[in-house]
């Protein structure tokens, strides 16, 4: 039973990343497209704060200032990401609509070479249904939540070999924790 009731509360806890935000007038983000252009590159992680009760929610539980991160695809100026309709895109305008603050984050292992590569990655998992289980470390095969599918775009280019492990379930959160984030819309931009 007690199994039972934590896998309940993991799941409620990242239930943030499930949920398609919805925006109201009061909750809007002023969004300013070209400091994100100048800086956001293929690969890249937009980590977002959203505004629905579930981002409070796993924002609460977290601990943490964000709810859902996605991934960026600048040859076709969109973000995928994965929530409740499972994997998906959007254009970066639309998805900015859906937060109240956003982080644009660098991974560690991103080079020239590769950057592209993790956005056709990202791409083709397009169409895949949303991991549930895996907010709580029991990952579906071919299924992602929001910040599995971003790791799983760099999965190819992640060095095991030490440093910094990844953990079974990663809240959007703590993604800086293997990136550098060189935007914040609360105005603690980074130049790179």
Same mark, same amino acid.
């Given at each position: 039973?007690?199994?039972?009731?934590?896998?309940?509360?993991?799941?409620?806890?990242?239930?943030?990343?499930? #949920?398609?935000?919805?925006?109201?007038?009061?909750?809007?983000?002023?969004?300013?497209?070209?400091?994100?252009?100048?800086?956001?590159?293929?690969?890249?992680?937009? #980590?977002?704060?959203? #505004?629905?009760?579930?981002?409070?929610?796993?924002?609460?539980?977290?601990?943490?200032?964000?709810?859902?991160?996605?991934?960026?695809?600048?040859?076709?100026?969109? #973000?995928?990401?994965?929530?409740?309709?499972?994997?998906?895109?959007?254009?970066?305008?639309?998805?900015?609509?859906?937060?109240?603050?956003?982080?644009?984050?660098?991974?560690?292992?991103?080079?020239?070479?590769?950057?592209?590569?993790?956005?056709?990655?990202?791409?083709?998992?397009?169409?895949?249904?949303?991991?549930?289980?895996?907010?709580?470390?029991?990952?579906?095969?071919?299924?992602?939540?929001?910040?599995?599918?971003?790791?799983?775009?760099?999965?190819?280019?992640?060095?095991?070999?030490?440093?910094?492990?990844?953990?079974?379930?990663?809240?959007?959160?703590?993604?800086?924790?293997?990136?550098?984030?060189?935007?914040?819309?609360?105005?603690?931009?980074?130049?790179?």
């Amino acid at each position: 039973m007690l199994a039972g009731l934590m896998a309940a509360f993991g799941c409620l806890s990242f239930l943030g990343c499930a #949920v398609k935000p919805v925006q109201t007038e009061t909750q809007r983000l002023d969004v300013n497209l070209e400091p994100i252009r100048a800086v956001v590159e293929d690969g890249d992680w937009l #980590v977002i704060r959203g #505004v629905t009760g579930p981002d409070d929610f796993i924002s609460s539980v977290t601990n943490m200032p964000f709810s859902h991160a996605a991934i960026y695809d600048a040859e076709k100026d969109e #973000v995928i990401e994965a929530d409740a309709r499972g994997v998906s895109s959007s254009p970066l305008p639309e998805f900015l609509l859906t937060a109240y603050r956003i982080w644009v984050v660098k991974p560690i292992w991103a080079t020239e070479k590769n950057r592209h590569a993790a956005a056709l990655r990202a791409r083709s998992r397009i169409g895949r249904p949303y991991n549930f289980t895996g907010l709580i470390g029991l990952s579906l095969p071919d299924s992602y939540y929001c910040t599995q599918l971003v790791m799983d775009a760099w999965e190819p280019f992640i060095d095991k070999r030490g440093g910094n492990p990844i953990p079974l379930v990663v809240s959007p959160g703590r993604l800086h924790h293997w990136g550098r984030v060189v935007y914040d819309s609360f105005g603690l931009e980074k130049k790179l």
